[in-house]
């Protein structure tokens, strides 16, 4: 890498640089010395000697660039392209005596390293003994491993307790000479030692000690990249998509072409309107129920296509709900008769009815742990029972009669309910402590974030109101927009880290807002009557589906513009759909 | 119709003719001395259970008001109307209220209210709960 030798004494070195190559190294620290080779060779142009910022904003050191872009070629295996960039650039990656100081380091020639160490012109003292005490105990261990006790001892004694520092590691050395196990236990029992691989792990150690204009972090431009790329992705406020690789042509934006905007599918098996709706936990199933008085298990393919599984019937009126196990393999149920049923989502068949004599049960839930399942009474009471029937444990005059929302956080702490008209309280079962949210309008339902962490509440007066309930309950933020004026109207979260709020509407559109900033950013029409639920499905960000009083069941999809690849997730099969096209 | 949303109220209840949804409260009245059309009307304080249709100008007794009719949420039917502004500074205490038709409405104890058949004897009405005075 040049002519210039190593035992040159620096002084030669500083004068020969003084013309202004670019010093890769602060005026301030004791410059290290380092050389444009051979001298004639990379004389540097008049022009150049006074830019050493690029780029448009001027921010960018040209030397620390052109360094940076050196080592990556190095750290890529590109050794010949590297040592043309320092050629012809003039810049050399690093100094000499770095350059000599690695070398020797990967050879394992340890007490030359140490004296190398001492001439890169370090002033930190403390820097110096970490760095020649990480280096000693390298020789220490692979002394031991060879079975040179002695040796290994005497490096111990006068090379690294000399040092005084890190006392304690000194002693945990010392075990070491004594007991084998110690070595495991330290993890230095293993072989490979003497690995380029395991000397190299050695120089990034000792170059997180230096400072870095001395050696060169490792992987420095991959990652400023990786930055950038993360402030992209972080300022593209409406992405939507599992594929979270970007390309650096071009900066990440998405648009709104990676929201569910088309229906892809109509499914139309329920003889009446259809209420309610949920993807499972996984997404591979969907559950509906209805006016009909029937629900139905819905699996979604592979394809994206859904498919009728199995028809449930039983209730001898409307299906007003219904919740998925935990673990995906049952289902309950609730009609509006006051009775909920558990079924198996594999066989179709009704494993259990929960009543509760002369009352009405009119929400179901489950426990976080699958064994046991709630429920809201018509005494205003909220019940828990075993999935046999046993009832476990009651809690009474923590709701208003008809409303019926209840939810249970996943941890199995706090029960959430509407427990007066405009309030929903939240209880800590364990702490028997109360958080309350208080509304000025009428609560007509609610649903809980996947993350526990925020409560999204339907008004009777078209609002919908985002809380955040992980401290004091606090009002975040307001969506606007659809319409409700008679019927309970359902929202949801949704979308790649549930970035989205969808709701239904009394206007017969499927309304989509950006959760953080409250913009609308979709109004889909299609349904013929009002939609009274929608779900997003949790494992495919580009699937949502949406229940209404016309019947049928509404799969939205990506527009086809931008189908350009099957993945497993993507919506690539489409239907016509009562030829209407959107 | 999808799946209703409705208030339920306790206490003595005022509700649909048609259909029984609730609709307001007996301590909610403010006023009992209103009339309309069909007769008596009271004057809430607040009324639930009704979608509320569009703001129009009309002359009224007592002056012109801006008012919308409000329907019950069950059936559909027209119960009354909400004052949405008065023109008279002596009617502004109105504003944001509801009227209740009696005859839309069933009252606490289930009992309707009659119109007689000759409407131009206008305030001479016979019913039970008159003399009971709800």
């Known amino acids: 890498m040049g002519g210039v030798e190593d035992d040159e004494p620096p002084s030669k070195r500083v004068k020969a640089s003084t013309e202004d190559l670019g010093r890769p190294f602060d005026n301030s620290s004791r410059s290290v010395p380092f050389s444009p080779l051979g001298g004639s060779m990379a004389r540097p142009l008049p022009s150049q000697g006074k830019d050493d910022m690029i780029g448009s904003k001027g921010v960018i050191k040209k030397v620390e660039f052109v360094r940076i872009i050196t080592k990556a070629l190095y750290s890529l295996g590109y050794e010949r392209s590297g040592a043309a960039l320092e050629e012809e650039s003039g810049i050399c990656l690093h100094s000499s005596a770095v350059n000599l100081f690695r070398k020797q380091v990967l050879d394992g020639n340890w007490d030359e390293s140490v004296l190398t160490l001492h001439k890169i012109g370090l002033s930190d003292e403390s820097i110096l003994k970490s760095a020649s005490f990480l280096i000693w105990e390298r020789k220490f261990f692979e002394l031991l491993q060879k079975d040179r006790i002695m040796d290994a001892l005497k490096t111990l004694r006068s090379e690294i307790a000399p040092l005084g520092i890190d006392k304690k590691r000194v002693h945990e050395l010392s075990c070491c000479i004594v007991s084998p196990q110690q070595r495991v236990l330290l993890g230095f029992a293993n072989l490979g030692l003497e690995t380029s691989n395991s000397r190299l792990k050695l120089l990034e150690d000792l170059q997180k000690l230096f400072p870095p204009t001395v050696m060169i972090p490792e992987r420095r431009l991959e990652h400023l990249v990786e930055q950038a790329l993360s402030v992209q992705r972080q300022g593209c406020y409406l992405h939507n998509s599992l594929d979270n690789s970007l390309s650096l042509y071009t900066d990440h934006h998405c648009g709104k072409d990676q929201i569910p905007s088309r229906t892809v599918q109509v499914l139309q098996a329920h003889h009446d309107e259809v209420w309610f709706l949920q993807f499972s936990n996984n997404g591979k199933y969907l559950a509906s129920s209805s006016n009909d008085r029937s629900a139905i298990i819905w699996e979604v393919h592979e394809d994206g296509e859904l498919s009728l599984k199995h028809m449930l019937t039983g209730h001898q009126k409307p299906v007003l709900m219904l919740a998925w196990s935990p673990d995906d393999r049952q289902l309950l149920t609730c009609g509006m008769e006051g009775a909920v049923r558990r079924w198996d989502v594999h066989t179709g068949d009704c494993l259990h009815v929960y009543e509760k004599g002369g009352l009405g049960l009119i929400s179901c839930g489950w426990f976080p742990d699958g064994r046991q399942i709630f429920s809201g009474v018509t005494d205003k009471s909220t019940c828990l029972w075993d999935l046999d029937g046993k009832e476990l444990e009651s809690w009474k005059e923590q709701r208003t009669t008809r409303t019926s929302d209840v939810a249970i956080t996943k941890d199995g702490r706090w029960i959430i309910s509407i427990c007066r008209e405009t309030a929903i309280m939240l209880v800590d079962r364990e702490a028997k402590l109360e958080k309350l949210i208080q509304e000025d309008q009428t609560i007509t339902s609610f649903s809980l974030s996947s993350d526990d962490k925020f409560l999204l509440v339907n008004l009777v007066n078209q609002e919908i109101h985002l809380w955040s309930i992980k401290d004091d309950p606090g009002l975040v933020t307001r969506y606007r927009g659809h319409k409700r004026s008679r019927f309970l109207i359902r929202s949801c979260f949704g979308g790649y880290e549930q970035t989205f709020i969808a709701s239904g509407s009394e206007d017969s559109q499927v309304y989509i807002w950006h959760r953080e900033t409250g913009e609308l950013i979709k109004a889909l029409p299609g349904h013929s009557g009002a939609v009274n639920c929608v779900s997003w499905n949790p494992a495919n960000p580009h699937m949502l589906a949406s229940a209404s009083d016309d019947h049928t069941i509404r799969i939205w999809g990506l527009n086809r513009a931008n189908l350009k690849r099957k993945e497993a997730y993507s919506n690539g099969v489409t239907h016509q759909c009562n030829g209407k096209g959107q | ?134």
Not at chain 2, 33 to 39: A, D, E, Q
């Open chain 2, 1 to 134: 119709m999808g799946r209703l949303f409705l208030i339920h109220l306790e206490g003595k209840i005022y509700s649909c003719k048609h259909c029984q949804t609730h609709l307001a409260l007996y301590t909610d009245i403010m006023s009992k001395s209103f009339h309309c059309r069909h007769g008596k009307a009271y004057l809430f304080h607040k009324v639930v259970n009704v979608t509320v249709g569009l703001k129009e100008d009309r002359m009224m007794m007592t002056g012109l008001h801006t008012v919308s009719d409000i329907f019950c949420v069950g059936c559909g039917s027209i119960v009354g109307w909400k004052y949405d502004a008065a023109h008279d500074k002596n009617q502004k205490y109105k504003e944001g209220k509801f009227i209740l038709e009696r005859f839309k409405v069933s009252g606490p104890d289930g009992s309707h209210y009659w119109v007689s058949h000759d409407p131009h004897v206008g305030g001479v009405m016979l019913m039970t709960h008159d003399l009971l005075g709800t």
